[in-house]
C-alpha cells in the first residue's frame, strides 16, 4: 500500500529555517518524481518544488526558488525540503505528492511568525 508520511513542520521565526522529510512506501521510489506543494490560509493549493526519479533535475516556483531547496533519497525512500530565509508568507500546510501515482501525504503545517 503506497504511503507518504511528511514530518519536521513547525513555528519558526522569520528568517529561520525548517527541513520537512517525506518517507515514502509501497510503490519503486527510485523511479518516482516527487514533488512538495503547499497550501496557504485562504488559497488553492500551489507548487513548490519538484525532483525527477534521480534527483537530478528540480524545479521551484518562483516565489521560493534560491529559499527552498528540493532533495531526494532513494536509498532511503525519502524526499525532502529545505527551507531557509523563511517568511510569514510560506505559512501554510505542506504536502508531498508523488507524480505518476497521484498520491498525497497527509501534510505537515508551517507556521513562519514573530
Known amino acids: 500500500q503506497l504511503q507518504l508520511v511528511e514530518s519536521g513542520g513547525g513555528l519558526v521565526q522569520p528568517g529561520g529555517s525548517l527541513r520537512l522529510s517525506c518517507a515514502a512506501s509501497?510503490?519503486?521510489?527510485?523511479?518516482?518524481?516527487m514533488s512538495w506543494y503547499r497550501q496557504r490560509p485562504g488559497k488553492e493549493r500551489e507548487l513548490v518544488a519538484s525532483?525527477?526519479?534521480?534527483?537530478?533535475?528540480?524545479n521551484y516556483a518562483n516565489s521560493v526558488k534560491g529559499r527552498f531547496t528540493i532533495s531526494k533519497d532513494n536509498a532511503g525512500n525519502t524526499v525532502y525540503l529545505q527551507m531557509n530565509s523563511l517568511k510569514p508568507e510560506d505559512t501554510g500546510v505542506y504536502f508531498c505528492y508523488a507524480v505518476r501515482a497521484r498520491a498525497w501525504g497527509q501534510g505537515t503545517q508551517v507556521t513562519v511568525s514573530s
Open positions: 525532483v525527477s526519479s534521480t534527483g537530478g533535475s528540480t
Open positions: 509501497g510503490f519503486t521510489f527510485s523511479s518516482a518524481a
